[in-house]
């Protein structure tokens, strides 16, 4: 895949990231507090980091029940380690068409556009939990009394975290009981702004809302959120382990709240593997707990690269056994951007159709 402009804004700002993280930095101090780190301990983090893309597969499951029930675990399992491989190594946050792709490959059940909309239903499930644990954290006792994070205290972050969590779920819930209103509104709007995506962005919110439809039924929502809580809360422990390893005093709670300030960190473009994000992001979040510089950025290495080989290496294996290929992912979007571009063209000709031909000008001879 090529690097578009995206990607080479990513890649700048990792390294204008890295280059802060590690800016005035005694690397001997960092060399000799992961030297005399514990081995158990980070073995520990690094199993419990790579057991939770397990977990992720397992929650797609039920995301994907309405369209393709009942799917085996190893459909699920191998996209889910060739996405995040692809997302370690590869520009522009391919990972997530390659997750789609495969899973294509895996089953006929599932389009690109149906694999697509769970996967951005499974991140939403995400940000619920992620805001949620950061909420549980800061107003936990153990949160470092008076912290002020942008000039605000915590207690008017969690305020806000609130209500977003809760304008989230009224938003999602809009969208699954009356999607007709979203679609017809974006109609609207594109027609008048750019008309050419109209039908790209309607077949979108259509899947889109068909994968939230996993949110009408109580029993499903609750097997969702179950395992999205039990995904993070590992990925939280394995945060703890590395604390511990490198003798890092910090709560359990700190690990739910530096993943979540992580989780938000990697949203800006970024390298491929989050690198510099990560780092950064660990510095910053670790500091509100009084830990020191050269303690976070130990840390921050050994769990960033620890957490990053297993799952490479894995969907390394997984993205070869299939036989895949990086441009058969692009020719995927391709495909499905084209199958909208059609049912656009056939809606304005049925739609031409409906009217009649044009009516036909008289014309009088002198």
């Known amino acids: 895949m090529k690097i578009d402009w995206r990607g080479a804004l990513g890649i700048v700002l990792s390294i204008a990231l890295l280059y802060w993280a590690f800016s005035g930095i005694a690397f001997g101090e960092v060399w000799s507090t992961l030297r005399g780190s514990n081995l158990l301990l980070w073995a520990a983090s690094s199993a419990t980091a790579t057991a939770v893309f397990p977990l992720r597969a397992r929650r797609w499951k039920p995301i994907l029940d309405p369209i393709a029930p009942d799917l085996p675990f190893g459909v699920l399992w191998r ?42 239903v499974d991140r939403l499930f995400d940000g619920l939990v ?30 806000v975290g609130v209500l977003v969590m809760l304008a989230l779920m009224g938003a999602l819930y809009t969208i699954v009981f009356f999607p007709s209103w979203l679609i017809r509104a974006y109609e609207l709007l594109a027609r008048r702004v750019a008309p050419r995506l109209e039908a790209r962005g309607r077949v979108a919110l259509e899947a889109f ?31 703890w382990f590395g604390f511990k390893a490198v003798g890092i005093s910090a709560p359990f709670t700190a690990a739910l709240f530096l993943q979540g300030i992580i989780a938000l960190g990697v949203a800006v473009p970024s390298s491929p593997g989050f690198f510099g994000v990560f780092e950064t992001f660990g510095i910053l979040g670790l500091s509100v707990y009084g830990v020191g510089r050269t303690e976070a950025v130990s840390w921050a290495i050994g769990q960033h690269v620890l957490s990053f080989i297993p799952i490479t290496l894995i969907g390394a294996w997984y993205f070869v056994r299939l ?25 304005e000709a049925a739609g031409t159709d409906a009217a009649g031909p044009p009516p036909r000008k008289e014309t009088t001879r002198a």
């Open 130 to 159: 992620v805001l949620s644990l950061i909420l549980v954290a800061m107003l936990s006792p153990a949160f470092p009394a008076g912290v002020h994070l942008g000039g605000q205290s915590a207690t008017r972050w969690a305020t």
């Open 323 to 347: 036989g895949l290929h990086l441009q058969d992912i692009k020719r995927a979007e391709s495909a499905d951007e084209e199958a909208a571009g059609t049912e656009a063209a056939g809606t």
């Open 79 to 120: 996209p889910t380690a060739i996405g995040f491989m692809i997302t370690n190594v590869v520009p522009a946050r391919a990972g997530e068409l390659a997750r789609a792709y495969a899973l294509t490959r895996e089953t006929p059940k599932v389009s690109f556009a149906a694999a697509i909309a769970s996967i951005a």
């Open 209 to 239: 809302a068909a994968g939230l439809s996993v949110l009408r039924s109580p029993r499903r929502f609750v097997a969702i959120l179950g395992w999205a809580i039990a995904f993070w809360l590992t990925n939280a422990l394995s945060f």
